[in-house]
């Protein structure tokens, strides 16, 4: 059973940066993919990108190209996604979700809420 | 704007069906068959209910269909529960050199 922990809230200014984490348990974490999806308050979900941890590619939405690094560090199974330069828009849920093939997102994170506030 | 069309809202009484559509383009749905529909009640984290159009992952109930036809992709709920409420969204594999995926902007059902 693979399980997805994701690191707390965060308050944060804008103009800074944040970086979640996502830590895999269960599974072979190299083997799959793993993408970052938000959710704005009252809104839909957004894809905003995914890595490959066993080749370490990431590939980005046009959107946030440039904003976002998505990183894993295989030793400790963990993936991260830094997004810089924020704004108020930016105030989301930030959800990481394991892609076993096919967009076929089968288990998920529980959610980070990122609050962007001057 | 979100990259596929769905429509807001959906309702249907106890034991009926309902279908929701998800409208893309030749690029995203119509080139793919990796189609996926999640269920998200509120405060929690999205579901998998759907993947390759029509496939459903283990313990999701026979009662949720998928299927495609051009740009076109459907899901179907049948015998409505009250515990279907929620909010289902749609996501599609798009693009080529640059494989990305895109989300539709979700539909409310309601069980009436």
């Known amino acids: 059973q693979v399980q997805l922990v994701q690191s707390g809230a965060e308050v944060k200014k804008p103009g800074s940066s944040v970086k979640v984490s996502c830590k895999a348990s269960g599974g072979t974490f190299s083997s799959y993919t793993i993408s970052w999806v938000r959710q704005a308050p009252g809104q839909g979900l957004e894809w905003m990108g995914r890595?490959?941890?066993?080749?370490?590619?990431?590939n980005y939405a046009q959107k946030f190209q440039g904003r976002v690094t998505i990183t894993a560090d295989k030793s400790t199974s963990t993936a991260y996604m830094e997004l810089s330069s924020l704004r108020s828009e930016d105030t989301a849920v930030y959800y990481c979700?394991?892609?076993?093939?096919?967009?076929?997102?089968?288990?998920w994170g529980q959610g980070t809420l990122v609050t962007v506030s001057s | 704007q979100s990259a596929l069309t769905q429509p807001p809202s959906a309702s249907g009484s106890p034991g009926q069906s309902v279908t929701i559509s998800c409208t893309g383009t030749s690029s995203d749905v119509g080139g793919y068959n990796y189609v996926s529909w999640y269920q998200q009640h509120p405060g929690k984290a999205p579901k998998l209910m759907i993947y390759e159009v029509s496939k459903r992952p283990s313990g999701v109930p026979d009662r949720f269909s998928g299927s495609k036809s051009g740009n076109t992709a459907s899901l179907t709920v049948s015998g409505l529960q009250a515990e279907d409420e929620a909010d289902y969204y749609c996501?599609?594999?798009?693009?080529?050199?640059?494989?990305?995926?895109?989300f539709g902007g979700g539909t409310k059902l309601t069980v009436l």
């Open positions: 996501s599609s594999y798009a693009g080529s050199n640059n494989l990305r995926v895109v």
């Open positions: 979700a394991r892609d076993d093939g096919g967009n076929r997102n089968d288990y």
């Open positions: 890595i490959i941890p066993i080749l370490g590619i990431a």
